[in-house]
């Protein structure tokens, strides 16, 4: 159990007005912003994004805090759920106590709270300041309320799917790549200066070879010529379909995608990394497009997974269609459901790579974007993989 005191004033109750049996009471009162210890940082858990304090909202929470006598009416203040609230009016002390961070914690103000701690260390927090402070008793779950305050910076949906809990599973089956400890799952989240790879794009890969979002066949055993093209236009919308499968169907989904995932990430960092050697021996110089960023050699960039060195930038726009061909060898146990390979994919990104990306290069557009977006690219790479997979030609 975690206890705060803080110097109050103005300190007031307000219980529910429609259920007083709900244990849900809200107290407001304004906290002198230098008695805010710097241990009150460890409770962020509950707030839906990092904050990132080179934004022009943090600037500006910070500039107010400088200048302006006012900031406790100025600012919106700072929102924590907590476990207990009791109040000395004597002394003008607000004790808090919080239990469990996954309920308990900053929910609201997460910027302002900062803000302040940063000016308390460096010395340049004016002595007379307050902030307006609000706290709850009695939230079992945070999320519908940091959903609904966090609306000064509109908050992306992966940031309230995390408070959810909904990518436990992508955690729990990614958690041995060496890029697991990348992951952003929250908005705004850094790594030591380490690239991000937003959860979405993640979830847009898997997705392709999700056979509940983009089956290959029908039914009746038909094929589909249907393209999962979105997983590249729509990072968004790759993560709704995700949610949207619901909270049991989607995670044994991915328990049963879990024998191929891994996979996936390899053969997206095989084509990422030996793209411009293979375009080179295949005849066509991928150097000589600007968007390759080639420079003599020179390494221009790191792969997105493994994080080595690139003589070669290749835009995703051409790695989505590629790798996404090779849902083609993918097949599914029908007494386990657990996915496998009808042939394994590296040994046939070997085989097929150089023709796969002459398809890609021959294109007369060379603008990636419109590349990534061109559903007759998808479906002639496709076929390549299916006609590979089943020993034809």
Not at 3 to 14: G, V
Not at 281 to 293: E, I, N, Q, V
Not at 296 to 310: R, T
């Amino acid at each position: 159990m975690a206890k705060f005191q803080l110097k109050a004033k103005s300190f007031k109750k307000m219980e529910d007005p429609i259920n007083r049996e709900s244990g849900r009471v809200k107290y407001v009162c304004y906290i002198k912003a230098n008695s805010i210890p710097d241990s009150m940082e460890d409770w962020m858990s509950t707030n839906p994004r990092e904050q990132k304090m080179t934004t022009n909202v943090a600037k500006n929470i910070q500039d107010s805090l400088d200048r302006n006598q006012d900031f406790h009416e100025l600012n919106r203040g700072i929102l924590m759920s907590v476990e207990e609230v009791t109040y000395d009016n004597k002394e003008g002390i607000v004790t808090i106590e919080m239990d469990n961070p996954d309920s308990h914690g900053n929910i609201d103000g997460g910027h302002t709270l900062r803000a302040i701690l940063e000016a308390k260390n460096s010395g340049t927090l004016n002595d007379n300041r307050y902030v307006f402070f609000e706290f709850l008793t009695g939230i079992d779950s945070p999320v519908e309320l940091a959903a609904a305050r966090n609306t000064s910076v509109q908050v992306d949906l992966n940031s309230i799917e995390e408070l959810s809990n909904s990518f436990e599973v992508i955690k729990k089956v990614l958690e041995d790549q060496p890029f697991a400890n990348r992951i952003g799952y929250k908005m705004n989240q850094q790594f030591n200066g380490k690239t991000v790879i937003d959860v979405r794009e993640i979830l847009a890969i898997i997705n392709m070879f999700n056979q509940a979002l983009y089956p290959i066949k029908t039914k009746e055993g038909g094929l589909l010529e249907s393209q999962p093209i979105q997983s590249y236009t729509g990072k968004e919308a790759s993560l709704k379909k995700f949610i949207n499968l619901g909270e049991g169907k989607r995670e044994q989904i991915i328990l049963d995608m879990q024998p191929v995932i891994g996979d996936i990430f390899e053969l997206w960092d095989n084509v990422e990394r030996n793209f411009g050697a293979e375009a080179n021996r295949s005849g066509r110089r991928y150097g000589s497009r600007k968007y390759s960023k080639f420079d003599n050699n020179k390494v221009v960039g790191k792969a997105l997974f493994s994080e080595e060195e690139l003589k070669y930038i290749v835009p995703k726009g051409l790695i989505y269609p590629i790798v996404a061909a090779f849902r083609a060898l993918i097949n599914i146990n029908p007494e386990t459901n657990k996915y496998c390979w009808k042939k394994d994919p590296l040994e046939a990104w070997d085989v097929l790579g150089q023709k796969l990306i002459a398809i890609v290069l021959d294109e007369k557009a060379d603008n990636p974007e419109v590349l990534g977006k061109n559903n007759n690219l998808w479906s002639n790479l496709f076929k390549e993989v299916l006609i590979y997979g089943y020993g034809i030609g």
